[in-house]
């Protein structure tokens, strides 16, 4: 069993953060074992089929909190000392011009509500703010509360566009359906900065972080086709890291960066248990179901100049039971105009729960694709006043939540869940100093859930590490 100062659980970008700070600061004899046989986990690109050098992005695709994104200056730092053999990352704000599409009034102004959905935001955080015990209530309900109160103060119609943004944002961002999420945990959300969006796949981004380990640690000291299924910690000298094949390593830290979901579904045997600060919060781990549909066209037949097209989801005022093949409109999108960001004729559109479901589930045949374009053709329809429209020459979709690694895309507060400061402080503190956790899922701020908090979470656990090794960190 070789053994390492350090054994890196998962090859996404806090798993190589992680090693990185490590190797920067003189620990080099480390090891990142990844299950698949490639590293990057949830940030993914693809070619298209039909539009050449054109990448779809089917994890991360935006910078977010662009205010505070290492990953962002670090794209700026590059381009202004002239990349030094490292990938150039081109990106995009989209958040020019937007078209808000409603089943019956067409496209709405944003000046049509925009002051009532501040005015919803604010009122969520005077709520908890004066009445801390007020019970955590789902985004629905919490919309319904201020409605009731309020809704002699605009016209119903204002209501109903106001219900149907505030669903399609909680549900877009956390690929959660607004009655599950909470509000009390997601209305108060503050983001540091504005969205960018990277035009030439997210992946390059990972491939500049991975660059700055040096060859001979990349080819040596990253192992992939390495699954782990086993962490014995019952000798309180070395961790045992054991991969399904049979390898094994001893180590005298462990950093897991394993989506949390999979240590919930006890896919990790941990000897002689679980540890128990992360047993006790594990049962409240929540991963969303974001997913992208990307619909590929011969040529644009829609607006050029609009950067996104928000479609509101009819009739949010009434309880539906689940169908099984969701209907055009009951579902809100947004949609990304590839036209106006890449000048290629596709549109990207976002979905959540249940019908990112929907799509993994049905099967590869030629009405596949049939039964998605039936979803969107409708709202395309209603967008540009006609009913003839061109059909997609190839639709692609992401399959996270039938990934056996992850089960969903990422994080989301759950409505009546613990507070989630507090199951992330659990990870946050590991256990008994040498078994620590990273993962985009352990950031208790707002880049909680995103690329940019996976690397923080690899540069927080190092930095543990140096500290207790009596290293230094080294300076960017
Ligand atoms: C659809 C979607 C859209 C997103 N959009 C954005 C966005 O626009 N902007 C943004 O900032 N973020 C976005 N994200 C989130 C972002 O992609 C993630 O937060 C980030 O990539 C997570 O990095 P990580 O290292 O924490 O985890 P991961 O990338 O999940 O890495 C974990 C690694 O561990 C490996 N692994 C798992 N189990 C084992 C095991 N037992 N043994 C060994 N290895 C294992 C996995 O294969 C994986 O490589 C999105 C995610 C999804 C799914």
Known sequence: MPHKKVVIIGGGMSGIKAAIDLYNAGIT??????????????????????????????GASWFHDCLKNPLLDKVNRLKKAGNGGMETIEYFYDDGKCVYLDKKLGNVESSFFESILNEFFTFVVLSYTANPEKP????????????????????????????????????????????????????????????????????????????????????????????????????????????????????????????????????????????????????????????????????????????????????????????????????????????????????????????????????????????IWSIYKPMLSKLVGSDSIPIPKKIYHTTWNKHPLYGGSYGCPIVGAQDPSEVIDAFVNGYQGRIKFAGAETMDDSSNGCAHGAWFSGQREAAYIIAKEGKVSAKL
């Open 29 to 58: 004899n480390t090891v990142i074992l990844e299950s698949q046989s490639h590293l990057g986990g949830r940030l993914s690109t693809i070619l298209s089929e039909n539009h050449q050098g054109t990448t779809y992005d089917l």
């Open 136 to 371: 955590d209530l789902s985004v629905k309900d919490l919309t319904f509360e201020y409605l009731e109160k309020y809704k002699d103060t605009f016209s119903s119609e204002q209501g109903d566009v106001v219900i149907g943004v505030i669903r399609m944002w909680t549900e877009l961002w956390l690929g959660e359906s607004w009655e599950k999420v909470s509000g009390k945990y997601t209305c108060q959300d503050s983001h540091l900065g504005r969205n960018a969006f990277v035009k030439n796949g997210f992946q390059k981004v990972f491939v500049n972080e991975l660059r700055e380990l040096p060859r001979w640690y990349r080819d040596s000291s990253i192992k992939l086709n390495a699954h782990v299924d086993k962490i014995d910690y019952s000798n309180n000298k070395k961790i045992i890291v054991g991969i399904k094949d049979g390898r094994s390593y001893t180590c005298d830290y462990v950093i897991v960066t394993i989506p949390q979901t999979n240590l919930k579904n006890d896919k990790v045997k941990w000897i002689p248990e679980v540890p128990p600060p992360i047993k006790k919060v594990l049962p409240e781990v929540h991963f969303g179901s974001l997913g992208k549909v990307v619909l590929e066209f011969d040529e644009c037949f829609w607006p050029e100049n609009v950067h996104r097209f928000y479609v509101l989801a009819d009739d949010n005022r009434t309880d539906k039971s689940t169908t099984k093949d969701p209907k055009p409109w009951e579902y809100p999108s947004l949609l990304v105009n590839y036209q106006a960001v890449n000048n290629v004729p596709s549109l990207i559109a976002l979905t959540q729960k249940p019908l990112s479901e929907y799509i993994e589930s049905l099967p590869d045949s030629p009405s596949k694709d049939e039964k």
